[in-house]
């Protein structure tokens, strides 16, 4: 099974297991988070699609090397790291339990997630072998930072919209989320941690050493 089938296999199971509309709610609440917590200084377009320009031939570089799968894991984290908001992410992901946590506890549960996500989405990394990805362009979304849409070519199969949601802080650009083929990554992912939370009875500590053995 290729990438491509591997992200809509996601998109269909996800559709399947979640009422569309609750998503649907979810991406907004997320979007309004995001439109409170992001600064209101201008972005530059430019510099956006610059960084993601790079981030992205970084990431394909990693996929096309000769290193294990593991080592494409760490360096995968290391750019996850470096490149994204993890904080933001991982707060939007928590959501209102984010707020009963204290520092030690966040910081925890950041790295839990973080971990989590490298290898969940990095297990595919096989799989994206000889893949291109196009830049097409940047928008300004105001507060909500820079949406950069790419298209990511496999041979033999149909390209794949992929968008990244960026932001600047501190001068810097940060990825605060990947929108493939129109479904959020963030979104879905919020909605994992909601059902993973239920089953271990609201208890944290004990979801996020569920996500630390997968």
Request: proline fraction near 1%.
């Amino acid at each position: 099974m290729n990438i491509i089938l591997s992200f809509r296999k996601i998109i269909v199971m996800s559709r399947k297991k979640y009422n569309f509309s609750i998503i649907k709610r979810v991406l907004t609440t997320i979007t309004l988070f995001i439109c409170i917590s992001t600064p209101s200084n201008a972005t530059d377009v430019k510099e956006a699609e610059t960084f993601i320009q790079k981030l992205s031939n970084q990431i394909i570089f990693t996929i096309n090397s000769d290193l294990t799968v593991k080592e494409k894991q760490k360096n995968l984290l290391a750019l996850f790291q470096e490149n994204a908001s993890v904080l933001t992410i991982s707060r939007a992901a928590l959501g209102a339990k984010w707020r009963t946590l204290n520092d030690a506890n966040r910081k925890q549960f950041t790295t839990a997630f973080t971990n989590y996500l490298v290898k969940k989405y990095g297990r595919q990394f096989e799989e994206f072998s000889e893949a291109k990805l196009v830049l097409e362009r940047g928008i300004d979304v105001g507060k909500r930072g820079v949406l950069v849409q790419t298209r990511l070519i496999m041979p033999a199969t149909a390209p794949v919209s992929v968008k990244w949601q960026v932001w600047k802080k501190a001068g810097t650009y940060k990825l605060l989320d990947i929108i493939i083929e129109d479904i959020s990554m963030l979104t879905m992912e919020r909605e994992e941690i909601k059902n993973r939370l239920v089953i271990h009875g609201g208890d944290i500590k004990s979801m996020m050493n569920d996500l630390k053995s997968d």
